[in-house]
């Protein structure tokens, strides 16, 4: 870090706060960028990555979009800049504000030099490595973790944990949603671990019938049963010293496994009809889209199996978690596609966009893939528009959930519980929340910060 340079951009009314930076960062390459104004802002972020951006309540609301929105926009964007937030005195529910819409953290004025500096570098400290800005198109490559796009922080904590799985050899259990990508998950981690150059084998178990899982996993001899002419490779033999996904893993079933416990804790299993132990040094990688301690409470699963492999558990996030991701999917796979049928297309029309960020997208990302793969064919033109998205995502919204509240509660009560309510609805997405509730953004987080929501 000390070689690199650090980039930071002050936005406030003087430069003088600017103008001492340099001064705190003798002993390393700085580069400053200084605005009067947050309108051009956004315009430097396309421009370059920045660091930090160091934001001043004199400029709150000085411009044609406001601090608020500002923030939302990096965050989304560029979750790699770290944000210093720098408040009056009188001034800290503004702060409070800024701090919920994306800010790592915020500073009373005036502010000394010594802690300005300290800010500064816990700040970088905090600093997230798979988080470019993305709002500089060259650097959207940067967003990508092996075969996985995402830059929000439910993703960039999925990375640091497939990259602690793949510093060790214990199981790993991966748990989501059908559709998050764990198969993705499960590649990742082998081909980032001292086993990349073994073989990678994903064995789909809930698409198996159950009476061929233990020959498929574990072998068989020989004459173990009628229609075994010859002995068969398992795929933890096939496998040996590599590693094996194994997906939907809570259907398997009781006698399956008690041998998976057994190659887990002792390396060795026996074939179908074997009775010499067969020794096989694989990393077994599991999924399932069930909770797996239900199915442990009803019964269904063995409670040792299931903490053999919890002991390194990542959840992937669904994508209607993942805050400002969906942009980035949506343009990976429309350049995929685009490629695969040969078209030229630029994106989606803002009424599209509309409809798909108020989607709850049941089917995750493998949804989303599905149906820019379906747009991209059915388009003819260079935009994606709504008639070439399914009926499901132009008609089929979820329906609206009801507010219940009793007869004679204040105005000022009901007003803020509407807006929590709606702001769930819509997954936090304010400029939906606004377009329901019928009021301008800035009139919304005015309200926002009045009721200190």
């Not at 580069?31 to 315009?43: A, C, N």
Request: include cysteine.
């Amino acid at each position: 870090m000390e070689d690199e340079q650090l980039s930071i951009i002050c936005v406030n009314r003087d430069p003088d706060l600017a103008r001492k930076l340099p001064g705190l960062f003798a002993e390393r390459s700085l580069l400053v960028t200084f605005e009067k104004s947050i309108d051009k802002v956004v315009e430097r972020f396309e421009q370059q990555a920045f660091d930090i951006l160091i934001l001043s309540s004199a400029v709150y609301n000085q411009g044609e979009i406001d601090a608020i929105e500002l923030l939302e926009l990096i965050s989304a964007k560029s979750p790699a800049t770290q944000v210093l937030f720098l408040v009056e005195p009188n001034q800290l529910r503004m702060a409070m504000s800024a701090l919920k819409a994306g800010t790592y953290q915020y500073a009373k004025l005036p502010i000394s030099d010594q802690e300005l500096k300290l800010l500064i570098e816990t700040a970088l400290e905090q600093q997230p490595e798979y988080a470019p800005n993305l709002l500089l198109k060259k650097e959207v490559e940067k967003t990508k973790f092996e075969q996985m796009v995402g830059g929000s922080t439910a993703m960039r904590q999925v990375y640091r944990q497939i990259r602690q799985a793949a510093a060790t050899e214990i199981p790993v259990y991966i748990s989501g949603e059908t559709g998050t990508g764990k198969d993705l998950a499960a590649q990742a981690i082998h081909q980032i671990s001292s086993r990349a150059d073994k073989p990678y084998l994903p064995v789909h178990l809930g698409a198996l019938p159950q009476d061929l899982v233990p020959g498929e996993l574990f072998g068989y001899e020989k004459g173990a049963f009628t229609g075994a002419t010859e002995r068969h490779q398992g795929t933890f033999e096939q496998v040996n010293g590599g590693t094996v996904f194994l997906d939907e893993i809570s259907t398997i079933s009781e006698k399956v496994q008690v041998s998976l416990l057994r190659l887990l804790e002792q390396k060795g299993y026996y074939r179908i009809g074997g009775r010499e132990s067969v020794q096989s040094d694989v990393r077994v990688i599991a999924a399932s889209n069930e909770d797996l301690q239900q199915a442990v409470e009803r019964g269904s699963f063995r409670k040792d199996l299931y903490f053999r492999l919890e002991v390194l558990q990542i959840h992937m996030p669904p994508l209607r978690e993942r805050h400002g991701d969906m942009l980035l999917l949506m343009e990976h796979f429309i350049n995929s596609y685009s490629q695969v049928h040969n078209k030229k297309i630029l994106g989606v029309s803002p009424d599209c966009l509309s409809l798909m960020s108020s989607y709850d997208w049941p089917g995750n990302v493998r949804e989303l893939k599905n149906i820019i793969m379906r747009a991209v064919v059915l388009c003819d033109g260079d935009i994606i528009r709504p008639e070439h998205l399914t009926d499901r995502i132009r008609f089929g919204h979820p329906k609206v959930p009801m507010v219940n509240m009793p007869v004679g509660q204040p105005l000022s009560a009901m007003e803020r519980e509407m807006i929590i309510r709606t702001m769930e609805y819509t997954g936090r997405n304010k400029k939906l929340t606004a377009e329901i509730l019928g009021i301008s953004r800035r009139a919304l987080y005015n309200k926002i910060e009045k009721h200190g929501i």
